[in-house]
């Protein structure tokens, strides 16, 4: 995802990334609207954040039954 991204920044037409890569214009730009600017390491660190909060609200939602 974040190879499409950057390609496009490169000055690769959206419609030709879309078409090879099969999936949408849409898809395309909701991606950039979230990841757009995003560095690997950032990526890596919003994954885990995501991963620690669906943990967490796991717990919660347990510990609440």
Do not use: P, T
Request: proline share 0%.
């Amino acid at each position: 995802m974040l190879g499409f991204l950057k390609q496009n920044e490169e000055g690769a037409n959206v419609a030709d990334l879309c078409r090879e890569h099969v999936f949408s214009n849409s898809q395309f730009y909701q991606w950039r609207s979230k990841f757009g600017g995003i560095d690997a390491s950032l990526m890596n660190r919003m994954k885990e954040l995501e991963e620690e909060n669906k943990r967490l609200n796991k717990m919660y939602a347990e510990e609440n039954l």
